[in-house]
Nanobody
Framework: QVQLVESGGGLVQPGGSLRLSCAAS????????MRWYRQAPGKERELVAT??????NYADSVKGRFTISRDNAKNTVYLQMNSLKPEDTAVYYC??????????????WGQGTQVTVSS
């Protein structure tokens, strides 16, 4: 069994910062890509950032403000969010491609953490 657990969400004023964490646990042989998505009320889920062994990618809307990183020893991915705007308000989900000793990579999702940017 594999679980992804997010933490770090909350209420922050415009211009503020938050750091999200997502820890994978369980029967894990290896992890390939790790990603952060978000879903705002009434909108579709969108890809925010991706990290692989080859590097990182970001949505245009967060470039220069958000930074994705990972600690492979802890099976954890982070999302540092700076200069937050009200339009960043959403539920943030982590996603990871995990080989659970099955010989293939399956996609797992966290439960989501709410980020609200408001004065």
């Amino acid at each position: 069994q594999v679980q992804l657990v997010e933490s770090g969400g909350g209420l922050v004023q415009p211009g503020g910062s938050l750091r999200l964490s997502c820890a994978a646990s369980g029967s894990i042989f290896s992890i390939n890509a790790m990603r952060w998505y978000r879903q705002a009320p009434g909108k579709e889920r969108e890809l925010v950032a991706t990290i692989t062994s080859g590097g990182t990618n970001y949505a245009d809307s967060v470039k220069g403000r958000f930074t994705i990183s990972r600690d492979n020893a802890k099976n954890t991915v982070y999302l540092q969010m700076n200069s937050l705007k009200p339009e960043d308000t959403a539920v943030y989900y982590c996603n990871a491609e995990i080989n659970s000793y099955s010989g293939r990579y399956d996609v797992y999702w966290g439960q989501g953490t709410q980020v609200t940017v408001s004065s």
